[in-house]
């Protein structure tokens, strides 16, 4: 690979395309360098045979790759630096999970609204955006509810105790908002409401307020980043909210 002529901007790129198989790496590499304003020599690995060799030959584990002005940029994630652009760390905490899922539920629910009442602005739609909220979360946990319940052992003062309340929990969470959802059968809603939200908040509270941990949170199911604190208290909080409001005859 000669270096490019100077004044131009060429790329040459070495990415899986197989019958079966294309890389969504090598799409995204490629796309970023057309971004970038390069010129892109793109060679497919069309066989195993012909990726281990490639792999051999440059002393690489991973495709695809990037050369430009003769010199190997790297992979994907390499490219993205190279590039000025952000990696996200797969390892590092974010609320984004949380912002994007309170983000849709409150769509959702004005849009509820407004199909009901004709404004996406009322109390109604206040009600559904803590229903619909607990029932995404709900399904979130129930994703992988293994995995949910041993983040949540870290934390849970009821859990920790009886341990199968671990299981039970996003189960609990999901009735509980389908009934809300639904302003159905509040004897079973509202008490279910308030008995997971008050032990979870209290739960929270202490390990994050008062023993000082620093854990992931169990909220949006067991494979999240989400730090535990705010996001978690809140939601507890707002099951707590809803389950008092609908006991004053609101729901």
Partial sequence: MANQPAGTKKA???????PDHVCPYGLKAK???KRAGYEVEDHHLATREATDAFKAEHGVRTTPQVFIGGKRIGG?????RFLGKRVIDPEATSYRPVIALFAMTALMAMAASHAEYGSALTVRAAEWLIAFSMVVLSLLKLQNVGSF????????????????Y???????EGLAGVLMVAGAMNWISVPVALFIGTVGAASVFKAVYIDRRELKCACVGGSSNVPLGFVSLTENLMMIAMAIWMTAGHG
């Fill in 12 to 18: 040459v790129l070495y990415r899986m395309v197989m």
């Fill in 31 to 33: 796309h970023l360098l």
């Fill in 76 to 80: 994907h994630d390499d490219l993205r």
């Fill in 149 to 164: 319940a041993t983040m949540f052992l870290n934390y849970d003062l009821l859990a920790r105790r009886w341990p199968p």
């Fill in 166 to 172: 671990s299981y039970v929990y996003p189960f609990a």
